[in-house]
């Protein structure tokens, strides 16, 4: 059984700065693209940011210049290093990952269960 868990997640003041982070667990054979995603009230879930295998990164335009991912490879964890948040930043994100299971020919899209986090004074 393969599994996301992120965490990180909470309440800081616009301005402030946040890490999310996310480990995948379980039967794992490989780990291709990572990413992060979120969903704000009433809207639809958007790409923040997203990861290859290699390092090679992509972020949504709102997000560029404050946001950066990384992985570690060998710990199976992607994170999300956030600077100068906005109110517009509040949402759940939630981490994905396209990982091949031991038990698979194929690699399956995975989520995590979502981390909140609010960006209020």
């Known amino acids: 059984q393969v599994q996301l868990v992120e965490s990180g997640g909470g309440l800081v003041q616009p301005g402030g700065s946040l890490r999310l982070s996310c480990v995948a667990s379980?039967?794992?054979?490989?780990?291709?693209?990572m990413g992060w995603y979120r969903q704000a009230p009433g809207k639809e879930r958007e790409l923040v940011a997203g990861i290859s295998s290699v390092g090679t990164t992509k972020y949504a335009d709102s997000v560029k210049g404050r946001f950066t991912i990384s992985r570690d490879n060998a710990k199976n964890t992607v994170y999300l290093q956030m600077n100068s948040l906005k109110p517009e930043d509040t949402a759940v994100y939630y981490c994905?990952?396209?990982?091949?299971?031991?038990?698979?020919?194929?690699?399956?899209?995975?989520w995590g269960q979502g981390t909140q986090v609010t960006v209020s004074s």
């Open positions: 379980g039967s794992i054979f490989s780990i291709n693209a």
């Open positions: 994905n990952a396209d990982i091949r299971p031991h038990s698979a020919s194929k690699q399956y899209a995975y």
